[in-house]
Nanobody, 121 residues
Framework: VQLQAFGGGLVLAGGSLRLSCAASGRTFNRYGMGWFRQAPGLGREFVAAISSSAKDIYYADSVKGRFTISRDNAKNTVYLQMNSLKPEDTAVYHC???????????????WGQGTQVTVSS
């Protein structure tokens, strides 16, 4: 599975962005998908994940209530709607794929290149 994230940009605090992650291959609907982020000088952080059927969804506490993960299996795409953005959300956002989503694991099978999100105050 090859992944490509896009949709990042510069936004004012309180604004919104929607990230997309397009996946190649015919088996997208067999994979759980996740979003992670990495700010300068910090380690990679879990943001959100969604199971292959979209039945199970997980969020980091820091984004709960502000971010929404969703997927469209017909389009091989997973989305991250980010609202009420804060300067501390500034990071490179990556998408990842894993056959079975396990809450809390950083061990994912496939990773895409990231997209930069910058939130100015």
């Amino acid at each position: 599975v090859q992944l490509q994230a896009f949709g990042g940009g510069l936004v004012l605090a309180g604004g919104s962005l929607r990230l997309s992650c397009a996946a190649s291959g015919r088996t997208f609907n067999r994979y759980g998908m996740g979003w992670f982020r990495q700010a300068p000088g910090l380690g990679r952080e879990f943001v959100a994940a969604i199971s292959s059927s979209a039945k199970d969804i997980y969020y980091a506490d820091s984004v709960k209530g502000r971010f929404t993960i969703s997927r469209d299996n017909a389009k091989n795409t997973v989305y991250l709607q980010m609202n009420s953005l804060k300067p501390e959300d500034t990071a490179v956002y990556h998408c990842a794929a894993r056959q079975i989503v396990v809450a809390g694991t950083m061990n994912w099978d496939f990773w895409g290149q990231g997209t930069q999100v910058t939130v100015s105050s």
